[in-house]
Structure formats: C-alpha cells, structure tokens
C-alpha cells in the first residue's frame, strides 16, 4: 500500500508579519528558542504590542506569543533568542 503525501504548510515568504492575518501560517520561537510552525488562530493587541494566538503544529496546542518573535521565514529566526527580539516581554 502506498504512503499518504503528508503536504506541508506555506508561508508567505516576503511578506513582513505585521501584515498577517488570521488563518496564515507562520513561525514562531519556542521556549527553546526553536523555530516551529503555527497557524494564527486569533490577533489582538495588548499594551501596545502586537500579540497572536497560534495554534501549534508539531503538538496542536495553543499559546499566545508576541507578534515579534514571530515571522513568514524561517531563517529570520535561527540563531535568535526570545528575550533579544522583544524584551519588553520576554526578560
């Protein structure tokens, strides 16, 4: 019996994510400064900061994170850390 294709998820590359919107899928770091795919279940702002609420990929859960430590592409990412792109809320 032949394998089910797995598709996986796309981005939009070149786009800044201040422009996402929800539905669109996009990357975000993990506590351990990986990054890992989420789609953007909800958008808001809170204290003058942009905030997702994302619903993870690899382990479908939710969680709520700042729109800066969030991006299209997924080399934007590596190699940064959490508390260096938005340390108004991650110290």
Same mark, same amino acid.
């Given at each position: 019996?032949?394998?089910?294709?797995?598709?996986?998820?796309?981005?939009?590359?070149?786009?800044?994510?201040?422009?996402?919107?929800?539905? =669109?899928?996009?990357?975000?770091? *993990?506590? *351990?400064?990986?990054?890992?795919?989420?789609?953007?279940? *909800?958008?808001?702002?809170?204290?003058?900061?942009?905030?997702?609420?994302?619903?993870?990929?690899? =382990?479908?859960?939710?969680?709520?994170?700042?729109?800066?430590?969030?991006?299209? $592409?997924?080399? $934007?990412?590596?190699?940064?850390?959490?508390?260096?792109?938005?340390?108004?809320?991650?110290?």
């Amino acid at each position: 019996m032949a394998r089910k294709r797995i598709e996986k998820k796309t981005t939009r590359i070149g786009v800044p994510i201040t422009e996402a919107v929800i539905g =669109d899928y996009c990357y975000y770091l *993990s506590t *351990s400064n990986k990054p890992i795919l989420a789609e953007i279940s *909800s958008i808001s702002e809170e204290s003058g900061i942009k905030v997702f609420l994302l619903i993870c990929q690899v =382990d479908y859960k939710f969680m709520t994170v700042a729109a800066a430590i969030c991006s299209f $592409n997924e080399k $934007n990412l590596k190699g940064k850390k959490r508390h260096g792109l938005c340390p108004a809320v991650y110290k």
